[in-house]
């Protein structure tokens, strides 16, 4: 993307790294573009496996990335026995030749199953390219324009190809997705600067290969309109506007919005276009073509893990049009189903132009009844136009208008906290081009032909990950042990490890040891494990008190056991009753993932909910009932027939 004036070198904004004093960069990786590693100035090559797994961590720059993470990225579906023993060579490799972190450790540091790479901010483009945007706009926003356009210039100097072209398919799209919109944005602030400045042509140079690159922004064709115009070649600006009135009709079936329409009529009235003064020159933000009914929540700025599970979402969302698809996340409470659906939502905007709606069926909100599939179609057909009396009384008839509302239309539909598939089966659209995501923590098995994601608790490296960003400060790294215990303690479920890093972050006189030392206290954990809006007791009793009785005694009884993970011999014992009625009541509570099983006849239960468990069992079983419980388990496990009937955590 040429543009005529002095081209700014990165020596002139990299942040100090290294020599603190000089401001040169000591090492820099280079990940927008093949993989480069210059060590003073030197070129480093990493190819093959090794550079694969450098790519991977500097992805994941001074995050933990865990040794699954890196055997699924360098060998997918052909894992060779020797993988683990092979990712150990690679590791060693890597530190031989990359030099020290800034402050002399280790650049590449190990973790009990995952490691990471330690990079300051002015050693990876990746994270400079960023910076210079920010940096920029914060410029641009205080009206020094051509400062801000240096700044912009250097970020568009980092760029050299598509970021981490060494990682397979899906491993790194949501980063490189997310890279690209930024080198757009910078694009786009830079073009503004210019036209503010007066610098027509050189707007003119940087906009016309970006049009060709992106032919369906809006904003691109506005700001080139205008530098033609400035420029005096007012047939160009007129001949761009007709270019791209027929790009957007022919491709997505719109007219031109009224930015574009505007700039067309003061280029025929020969007005020239308004351009802002150096002290109100707008930031010009990351453009999709607005939806008029986008009602989804704002996405999580801390988005952390859910590698594969986010790829197969946006996969799905991404697949060629024709076919509705459905996909349910499920999980047990608070293992941040609805936080991956909007997350992998917001990454799909640009796919579903015609809506993108959240719809909360509040199947365990605690506060209200599950919403009627009646009445969240009234809702849903209120979003998109329909009112008062053409809202139909009956349900069947409310699910056709529904379905005839969405027909050829391309929306994105989240249906949040399902309480059955009864609830969901009429709110889904009739034919091709919508995206279903429902959240439930339920199995809704009569939901047919559809994806299910069940979410599992957080590895170890990114729950500690969670917990570093929920602190935002340097007292996780520095007491990684005592972090290692918190995450433990939070049983890696990623509302107790938020609920947890909060309190933290509230308390800055707090240290992370002091902190596990409150979680030890067995019993008392859960009331620590609560602030404002976000209770585990409350999120845990809400699943509980919508069992039926059998399976309500089933769980509470479960929390006596002394151990997590029981095989349905040890639960028929407990209650006290036969085998042949034990199993069928803890399939329910599997699921309705109050519990979890490994292998075939055998259930575990979350070291949280057993800690609940325990507390109602205290508050509704009489103590004769609870020490008959234990009696009966204790003589189950004593018999010489029986070799093991339960497994500790």
Wanted: proline share 6%.
């Amino acid at each position: 993307m040429p543009v005529s004036h002095r081209k700014s070198s990165m020596r002139d904004f990299a942040p100090r790294a290294g020599d603190r004093t000089t401001g040169e960069v000591r090492v820099l990786f280079r990940v927008l573009g093949p993989l480069e590693v210059r060590a003073d100035g030197s070129p480093a090559e990493f190819a093959g496996k090794p550079g694969a797994l450098l790519a991977l961590l500097l992805l994941h720059a001074n995050a933990w990335v865990s040794v699954d993470q890196i055997i699924d990225a360098l060998w997918r579906d052909a894992v060779p026995a020797s993988a683990n023993g092979n990712v150990k060579t690679y590791v060693w490799q890597l530190r031989r030749a990359l030099p020290p972190a800034v402050d002399g450790g280790p650049r590449v540091e190990g973790h009990p199953g995952g490691y990471r790479i330690r990079v300051d901010l002015g050693e990876l483009d990746s994270m400079l390219l960023e910076d210079l945007a920010r940096q920029g706009r914060v410029t641009m926003g205080e009206g020094h324009c051509d400062r801000a356009a240096e700044l912009f210039e250097a970020a568009l100097a980092l760029w050299r190809g598509r970021p981490y072209t060494e990682l397979p398919d899906g491993t790194a799209g949501i980063a490189t997705a997310r890279l690209e919109e930024v080198r757009w944005e910078v694009c786009e602030r830079l073009a503004d600067v210019l036209l503010a400045r007066g610098r027509y042509l050189e707007a003119v140079t940087l906009l016309q290969p970006l049009t060709a690159d992106d032919q369906l922004r809006e904003g691109l064709w506005v700001r080139l309109i205008g530098a033609l115009s400035g420029a005096g070649r007012r047939a160009e600006a007129l001949a761009a506007y007709q270019r791209a009135r027929r790009l957007l009709h022919d491709e997505l079936g719109v007219d031109p919005g009224p930015e574009l329409r505007e700039a067309q009529r003061q280029v025929l009235a020969g007005e020239r276009l308004p351009v802002a003064t150096l002290a109100t020159v707008a930031p010009a933000p990351v453009e999709r073509r607005p939806s008029r009914h986008s009602y989804l929540p704002r996405d999580i700025p801390d988005f952390i893990g859910r590698t594969r599970e986010l790829a197969a979402l946006v996969a799905a969302g991404r697949q060629p049009d024709g076919a509705l698809r459905v996909a349910v996340v499920d999980g047990m409470p608070g293992v941040g189903k609805t936080t991956l659906a909007l997350h992998a939502a917001h990454r799909l905007l640009d796919r579903y132009p015609d809506g993108q709606v959240l719809c909360d069926l509040h199947g365990h909100s605690g506060q209200s009844e599950p919403v009627e599939p009646a009445a969240a179609l009234a809702v849903l057909l209120r979003a998109f136009g329909v009112t008062g009396a053409a809202v139909p009384a009956d349900l069947d008839e409310r699910a056709a208008l529904w379905r005839a509302t969405l027909a050829e239309r391309r929306v994105l539909l989240v249906l949040d906290d399902a309480a059955s598939a009864a609830q969901v089966r009429p709110l889904l659209p009739g034919d091709g081009g919508c995206l279903v995501l429902v959240t439930s923590r339920s199995r809704l098995a009569g939901l047919d032909g559809v994806d299910t994601l069940t979410l599992d608790v957080f590895p170890e490296p990114d729950a500690l990950g969670l917990f570093a960003a929920g602190v935002g400060d340097r007292r996780v790294a520095d007491e990684p042990a005592a972090s290692a215990e918190v995450v433990r303690l939070c049983g890696h479920l990623p509302v107790a490890i938020r609920i947890a890093a909060g309190r933290l972050r509230q308390r800055r006189a707090w240290t992370v040891g002091l902190l596990a030392d409150r979680l030890r206290e067995e019993y008392g954990r859960l009331a620590e494990l609560q602030a404002e809006d976000r209770n585990l007791s409350a999120m845990f009793a809400i699943s509980y008190r919508q069992l039926d009785g059998a399976a309500q005694r089933m769980f509470r009884l479960l929390g006596l056991a002394p151990c997590q993970e029981i095989d349905v011999a040890a639960a028929a014992a407990l209650a006290g009753v036969p085998v042949d009625e034990a199993e069928p009541t803890m399939e329910r509570l599997l699921d309705q993932h109050l519990l979890m099983q490994r292998r075939q006849g055998w259930y575990r239960i979350h070291d949280l909910l057993h800690e609940h468990a325990r507390q109602v069992a205290f508050e509704e079983e009489t103590p004769a009932q609870r020490q008959a419980a234990a009696a009966r388990f204790t003589r189950l496990a004593r018999r010489p027939t029986v070799s093991t009937v339960a497994r500790t955590a």
